[in-house]
Nanobody, 115 residues
Framework: QVQLVESGGGEVQPGGSLRLSCVASGAIFLFGTVGWFRQAPGKQRELVAVISLSGNTNYTDSVKGRFTISRDNAERTVYLQMNSLNSENTAVYYC?????????WGKGTLVTVSS
């Protein structure tokens, strides 16, 4: 069973930065696309960013230019660097690993942007 463990969430002021990390327990990480999703209060879970095995990335429009996703396959870790945060970025952020038709999820880490 694959386990994904997120960390790095917290409370930050508008304009601030956070870096989220997600560590995978299994070697299956090396075979999948990994991404970050988020769910704000009262809203559906949405894609934030994904990175493929080859390093191709894709971002939702609202975070382009501010967020950067990266992966370290040797450490089985995916990162999300978040800059210029605003209140609309407040959400629980979830790590996702997709291998073929299987999806694995972490339990999430809360990001709160507040003054």
């Amino acid at each position: 069973q694959v386990q994904l463990v997120e960390s790095g969430g917290g409370e930050v002021q508008p304009g601030g930065s956070l870096r989220l990390s997600c560590v995978a327990s299994g070697a299956i990480f090396l075979f999948g696309t990994v991404g970050w999703f988020r769910q704000a209060p009262g809203k559906q879970r949405e894609l934030v960013a994904v990175i493929s095995l080859s390093g191709n990335t894709n971002y939702t429009d609202s975070v382009k230019g501010r967020f950067t996703i990266s992966r370290d396959n040797a450490e089985r870790t995916v990162y999300l660097q978040m800059n210029s945060l605003n209140s609309e970025n407040t959400a629980v952020y979830y790590c996702n690993l997709r291998v073929n038709s299987m999806n694995y999820w972490g339990k999430g880490t809360l990001v709160t942007v507040s003054s």
